[in-house]
């Protein structure tokens, strides 16, 4: 079964940085589709941002262009997401996806497998 698992989430002041990786285990991860999703509390799960299998096509939320940067290490079958300019309505946890296919989604419904979410907190 494919695994993910999150790391790097932790608690960070308005204006700061952090760095998520997402580690990938039994799959073919280049023809994969890999996203970050996050979820507030109360809220639906949404999109973040998303590269393609080869990593030369990416996607990002409108209120994280240009603050997050999605990357993926396809020789390590690694996956990060680096933010900047957090600010506290990017609290909430974050969620690692695999997509059985090569071309990258933006929802939910098109991720076949999911890690367990690494939480992020920016205070104000």
């Known amino acids: 079964q494919v695994q993910l698992v999150e790391s790097g989430g932790g608690l960070v002041q308005a204006g700061g940085s952090l760095k998520l990786s997402c580690a990938a285990s039994?799959?073919?991860?280049?023809?994969?589709?890999m996203a970050w999703f996050r979820q507030a509390p109360g809220k639906e799960r949404e999109f973040v941002a998303t590269n393609s299998g080869s990593g030369g096509v990416q996607y990002y939320a409108a209120s994280v262009k240009g603050r997050f940067t999605i990357s993926r290490d396809n020789s390590k079958n690694m996956v990060y997401l680096t933010m900047n300019s957090l600010n506290p309505v990017d609290t909430a946890v974050y969620y690692c996806a695999a997509r059985r296919k090569e071309i990258a989604g933006t929802t939910p419904y098109e991720y076949d497998y999911w890690g367990q979410g690494t939480q992020v907190t920016v205070s104000s």
């Open positions: 039994r799959l073919s991860f280049s023809t994969y589709a």
